[in-house]
């Protein structure tokens, strides 16, 4: 019996055991699940408070408070945000938001005025680029400012900064000259304009304009042939004009520095233009007076006769007189042939001088006339010359030694 009985007894004691057991396996279970049950609550209102997030989207005083996930693709893991993408369709949203009215920029740009270019400034508006936009919603968290996605303009006012300087130089050239003329840039302007960025030319034009500038408003250094008052070697006041004696300017010379100048915007002040030749506006002290009614020559210096003589000029009565007025001798040449085609109606000639003084581009000079016996009284008018001043030849002589190129002749 007391082996039945132990063995009743520990069938009893196992089957304690195993109710034990199951009753703790369950109780494990029901544990886990709970546990399991919170975790994912936690993690549901981890992304709960993640996705009720709003963006504060913002353009100067207009704001919108908009859903975290109508601009972004959220991943999570665990519950924790691990990526987060601007949605594909974030830029619409964005773009459909009330944003008022919108002003586009302005360019910055040089245009014609009535005188001269005229600079205007660029002008930032307010229009989106909206692929900007996009831009910031990838790097901004809670506040997007979409005025730094502003559309710029494409041509700021620095960006003519180089163009504008290039054009106000034109502008402000001037060449101005002694007698008051003077050229200016500003008067070039209908020659000058602006195309894709770069100021051009009117080449032609210029030069044209130039050309004209220079060839009528420097007249006033051209004194060839103006009227001169004067006392002669006898103390008698007289009045002469015409002849080659004067002051001249090159025009062409002048011209082509002018438009140098102008090529390297190089200004000047006061200039006096490029001279053939420069003389005072009077009569000089030193001087050769001819005089056709005595028919004599004076070598003249501050009011004193230092050389003189008879001399024999243009043949009158053959229409040859030697011109009046002020000349200068442009050459001094000690021998040479003088030469005659005959095309004045006289005789062909070719003749030897030793001395030889022109003072007009059509070949009136003085020189030595050897072959004649006489000069000085009425022999010029039937027996002149063809218009030369024709001089006894220790005369021609001892008058070439005594004066320089450029002497002044004056013929009355």
């Known amino acids: 019996m007391k082996m039945k009985k132990g063995v009743i007894v520990g069938i009893a004691v196992t089957s304690a055991v195993v109710l034990a057991v ?23 209102e981890k992304i ?29 893991e665990e519950g924790d945000l691990v990526d987060k993408a601007v949605r594909n369709d974030a ?30 400034d660029d002008e930032h508006g307010n229009e989106l680029n909206f692929d900007r936009v996009v831009a910031l919603l990838d790097t901004v968290d809670d506040v997007v400012d979409v005025s730094k996605a502003y559309i710029d303009p494409d041509v700021a006012v620095d960006d003519l900064e180089s163009l504008w300087d290039k054009l106000e130089a034109v502008r402000s050239w001037v060449v101005s000259y002694g007698n008051g003329f003077s050229i200016t840039g500003t008067e070039l302007y209908e020659y000058v304009s602006v195309d894709d960025g770069k100021a051009v030319f009117n080449d032609e034009g210029i030069a044209g304009y130039i050309s004209q500038a220079v060839s009528t408003g420097l007249t006033d250094y051209d004194s060839i042939g103006n009227e001169r008052t004067f006392t002669d070697r006898a103390g008698k006041e007289r009045t002469v004009s015409g002849g080659t004696y004067g002051s001249y300017y090159l025009t062409a010379d002048e011209i082509a ?40 020559v004076f ?18 009565s053959k229409g040859r007189d030697t ?25 062909p000639y070719k003749v030897w001088v030793d001395r030889w003084m ?55």
């Open 358 to 412: 022109p003072i007009t581009p059509g070949g009136v000079g003085l020189h030595d006339a050897g072959w004649r016996k006489a000069f000085g009284g009425d022999i010029y008018k039937t027996d002149g010359s063809h218009g030369c001043i024709n001089l006894p030849p220790d005369f021609a002589k001892e008058l070439f030694d005594n004066i320089e190129l450029n002497i002044c002749v004056v013929v009355y």
């Open 299 to 316: 070598l003249v210096n501050g009011g004193k006769i230092v050389l003189e003589s008879p001399t024999v000029t243009g043949d009158i």
């Open 48 to 76: 709960e408070a993640v996705e009720s997030r709003s963006v504060v989207i913002k353009d100067g005083d207009v704001e919108h408070s908009v859903g975290i996930t109508d601009l972004y693709d959220l991943t999570f």
């Open 22 to 44: 199951s009753v703790g396996v369950g109780a494990f279970f029901a544990v886990s699940a709970y546990k399991k049950k919170v975790a994912e609550q936690i993690i549901a």
């Open 323 to 347: 011109p009046y007025g002020v000349y200068y001798v442009f050459s001094m040449v000690p021998g040479t042939f003088l030469i005659g085609d005959g095309s004045d109606g006289s005789e």
């Open 91 to 120: 830029r619409a949203f964005v773009e459909n938001l009330a944003w008022g009215d919108r002003v586009a920029s302005v360019d910055a740009e040089i245009v014609r005025g009535d005188e001269w270019f005229e600079l205007h």
């Open 257 to 296: 520095a002018v438009l140098d100048m102008f090529a390297r915007q190089k200004s000047e002040e006061g200039r006096t233009p490029v001279m053939g030749l420069e003389v005072p506006n009077g009569i000089p002290d030193k001087r050769i007076e001819i005089s056709i009614s005595e028919q004599r």
